[in-house]
């Protein structure tokens, strides 16, 4: 049981360039996020996914797009990126369970943009 | 929108110390709370949460919080710290009464133990 598995670990982009994230996730878990990390801020969430084929706008969405094909597996993907992306990006996962679930974390992606 | 103000951004103590730090968040109806712990180069795992029922939470290697609904608070506690419980401690909110499932962290407080 690997739990929540994010790829790639590190990558450097220059201005423009486009990637993904992948995260994978297999505890079964119904609800699936996107967070990412920047000094003094906390976590802040990019976007989210209640179930296979859905997702929806956090917080921080601009600038991000996500698809959620399968159970198991939410991508993030930057399409043009800029410098101000540059931050650990965070994928988590939890159980939609009314009452008691807690959130999942995998080992992050440092991400920086040149 | 819910908020989540962690005052203590970075705190020094030496190991034995008692620990105590700081977590208001402002929402008007009811929430879970969270408190995340990250070592340094790993990610983030809970320490504890709260959801209903005896406001005084009990987490994992000695760790305490406390839910005071009238102060929007839920302070983490540590009665005597060790050098291994060095990282940064995130408080976390999610409102109950939305489906959206998704935690409102704090800016996290950055603990360091001197042994």
């Known amino acids: 049981n690997a739990g929540v598995t994010q790829t790639p670990k590190f990558r450097v982009l220059k201005t423009g360039q486009s990637m993904t994230l992948l995260c994978a996730q297999d505890m079964n878990h119904e609800y699936m996020y996107w967070y990412r990390q920047d000094p003094g801020m906390g976590l802040r969430l990019i976007h989210y996914?209640?179930?296979?084929?859905?997702?929806a706008k956090g917080e921080v969405p601009d600038g991000y797009n996500v698809s959620r094909l399968k159970k198991q597996n939410f991508l993030l993907g930057l399409e043009s990126a800029a410098p101000s992306q540059t931050s650990v990006y965070f994928c988590?996962?939890?159980?939609?369970?009314?009452?008691?679930?807690?959130?999942?974390f995998g080992p992050g992606t440092r991400l920086t943009v040149t | 929108a819910q908020s989540v103000s962690q005052h203590n951004h970075h705190v020094i103590l030496s190991e034995a110390a008692s620990l105590e730090l700081g977590c208001n968040y402002s929402y008007g109806g009811t929430v879970n709370l969270f408190w995340y712990v990250q070592y340094p180069g790993q990610h983030l795992q809970l320490l504890l949460k709260y959801f209903s029922g005896d406001p005084l939470v009990k987490g994992i290697k000695g760790f305490e919080a406390e839910f005071i609904k009238s102060k929007f608070s839920f302070n983490l506690r540590k009665p005597s710290v060790q050098w291994s419980d060095t990282a940064e401690y995130f408080c976390?909110?999610?409102?109950?009464?939305?489906?959206?499932?998704?935690?409102?962290f704090g800016s996290g407080t950055r603990l360091q133990v001197q042994p």
């Open positions: 996914s209640v179930g296979e084929g859905t997702t």
């Open positions: 976390a909110v999610e409102p109950q009464d939305t489906g959206r499932r998704a935690l409102t």
């Open positions: 988590a996962s939890s159980r939609h369970r009314t009452g008691v679930y807690e959130q999942y």
